[in-house]
């Protein structure tokens, strides 16, 4: 099993626990030099927080570890493709680069309703690949919740 296969697993598993919260299930890790160094879920709802994305929470996790706020090199796997503020967080904390599982096709911000990441206009440039592999499993986690939901 390859590392990146991995590190998605963790983020799925992530977006399973915020299902289990009550939140909608992404997950997110973020890896440097082959290490999780932080990991996040959706929580706006427990939070009180509309900025508390799995990615957010994630990269703020990386960045306590690290001592850092920029993490050039670094590689976030998150469970569904990021939206606009996420992918400018992404921009801002320079993340290497984005792996993402299930496209969001209202919000997602990278290939679905906007292309951020291929701005030339930001100052630094996040390479992103999507991982068609696990994308069938992190959009059955979010038909479930939803339809659970109804």
């Given at each position: 099993?390859?590392?990146?296969?991995?590190?998605?697993?963790?983020?799925?598993?992530?977006?399973?626990?915020?299902?289990?919260?009550?939140?909608?299930?992404?997950?997110?890790?973020?890896?440097?030099?082959?290490?999780?160094?932080?990991?996040?879920?959706?929580?706006?709802?427990?939070?009180?927080?509309?900025?508390?994305?799995?990615?957010?929470?994630?990269?703020?996790?990386?960045?306590?570890?690290?001592?850092?706020?920029?993490?050039?090199g670094a590689t976030l796997y998150v469970t569904l493709e990021p939206c606009?503020?996420?992918?400018?967080?992404?921009?801002?904390?320079?993340?290497?680069?984005?792996?993402?599982?299930?496209?969001?096709?209202?919000?997602?911000?990278?290939?679905?309703?906007?292309?951020?990441?291929?701005?030339?206009?930001?100052?630094?440039?996040?390479?992103?690949?999507?991982?068609?592999?696990?994308?069938?499993?992190?959009?059955?986690?979010?038909?479930?919740?939803?339809r659970d939901r109804r």
């Amino acid at each position: 099993m390859s590392s990146d296969h991995q590190f998605m697993l963790r983020a799925l598993e992530l977006a399973a626990e915020a299902a289990r919260q009550g939140e909608v299930p992404v997950g997110a890790v973020v890896v440097h030099n082959d290490l999780i160094v932080g990991e996040g879920y959706n929580a706006q709802i427990s939070s009180m927080d509309p900025t508390a994305h799995a990615e957010v929470n994630a990269v703020r996790a990386a960045a306590a570890a690290l001592e850092n706020y920029r993490m050039p090199g670094a590689t976030l796997y998150v469970t569904l493709e990021p939206c606009s503020m996420c992918c400018g967080a992404l921009v801002h904390a320079r993340i290497g680069t984005l792996v993402f599982a299930a496209r969001e096709p209202r919000a997602g911000a990278v290939v679905s309703a906007r292309k951020l990441l291929d701005e030339s206009a930001f100052n630094h440039r996040v390479a992103w690949i999507e991982d068609e592999e696990n994308a069938p499993a992190s959009a059955a986690l979010l038909r479930g919740f939803f339809r659970d939901r109804r």
